[in-house]
């Protein structure tokens, strides 16, 4: 089946990744060990993706975890740094995803996203309006890898998930997209999902 669409995720994909001294910054101001703060910053995550607590309550649940307990202006400075760090966009990536909606591909996002995140990415950055759809978690309540979000991005991009090319930088969702008929890869760089593309008949 020729493929019809590509969907990128956005942090670490269309987004650098965070520069290493920003975990430190918000440790530092949680009063945590830098290694004790991340391990406790990921695995508590789900539910603010989700869309279902705010960020202050997802930072006061997991640094209390850890035995601390900021104020709440401490976890809003928290908050905006770790918002800031997400927010580096990587122009070659742009320019990949403005060639496959020139070439007339459909274009999507897929995306694991807090609700303060992605109302500020889409006021800022323009490559928010670029794809024909956008499929974010904190809108579906529904986390990847779980199949919910998947189906969603099927039924608004009215296509067959063997018509789909999806690139992310977490193992675990491309073999969840993979086990619902994507080709999915594993995001390295711009250049190389552009050559991956071509491989696959993508004219771009």
Not at 88 to 111: C, F, Q, W
């Amino acid at each position: 089946m020729a493929i019809k669409g590509v969907v990128f995720d956005f942090g670490k994909v269309i987004s650098f990744p965070p520069e290493d001294r920003v975990m430190e910054r918000m440790a530092a101001l949680a009063g945590m060990e830098v290694g004790k703060f991340e391990s406790l910053l990921w695995p508590n995550r789900t539910e603010y993706d989700r869309g279902t607590i705010s960020a202050l309550e997802y930072y006061r649940t997991f640094l209390a975890k850890g035995g601390v307990f900021p104020d709440d202006e401490t976890l809003t400075q928290i908050h905006a740094i770790d918002l800031e760090s997400w927010a580096n966009i990587n122009p070659d990536t742009v320019r990949l995803m403005e060639d496959i909606k020139h070439a007339g591909y459909t274009l999507a996002i897929l995306s694991n996203m807090p609700r303060d995140f992605l109302a500020l990415c889409r006021d800022r950055y323009p490559v928010f309006s670029l794809p024909h759809a956008g499929i974010f978690s904190c809108e579906r309540a529904s986390i990847k890898p779980e199949e919910k979000i998947y189906r969603d991005l099927f039924a608004a991009l009215a296509l067959e998930p063997e018509e789909l090319v999806f690139f992310d930088d977490m193992p675990v969702n491309i073999e969840k997209a993979c086990s619902l008929g994507m080709q999915g890869f594993v995001w390295q760089d711009p250049e190389t999902a552009r050559n991956i593309l071509r491989g696959l008949s993508v004219s771009i």
